[in-house]
């Protein structure tokens, strides 16, 4: 079961959503968010932080970034978080972090499709995109 989705920018968090509300999530998320805010631009990144595997993926401005169990597979989480990309881009126009927090509906809508309740599996891009 997946941890957190979050949008990072300028070090900051922007965008977030948490699936497992067991422990305090706040000290992760900021380490993620310093983390992603020095990383190089356009490679994807795999790291441990305070004991939280996760996946960030940059695009433009930001970090998409998921906070992985045990049982996930990274870089099927990375895949994921390419077709989100893929499918925001389809329905914003130009995906920036500006876009995505003026229609932050449709990126909760694509959120719940693709990752219903922290977990992964069953979506199809197309019929998301259809039902946009």
């Known amino acids: 079961m997946l941890d957190f989705f979050m949008v990072v920018s ?3 968090v922007r965008l977030s959503k948490i699936f497992d509300h067991s422990g305090d999530k706040a000290e992760v998320m900021s380490g993620v968010a310093r983390r ?11 790291f441990d932080c ?12 930001m970090h998409l970034a998921v906070g992985v169990g045990e049982s996930d597979n990274e870089l099927g989480v990375l895949q994921t978080l390419h077709d989100i990309i893929e499918i925001l881009e389809e ?39 259809r039902g946009m």
């Open 10 to 12: 300028e070090g900051k």
């Open 36 to 46: 992603c805010g020095r990383g190089k631009e356009g490679d994807p990144d795999i």
């Open 50 to 61: 305070l004991g939280t595997r996760v996946v960030a993926c940059p695009h433009k401005d």
């Open 91 to 129: 329905t914003t126009g130009d995906l920036t972090l500006t876009n995505m927090l003026y229609q932050q509906d449709k990126v909760s809508k694509v959120l719940s499709e693709v990752m219903p309740n922290g977990t992964i599996g069953g979506y199809d891009p197309e019929e998301i995109l």
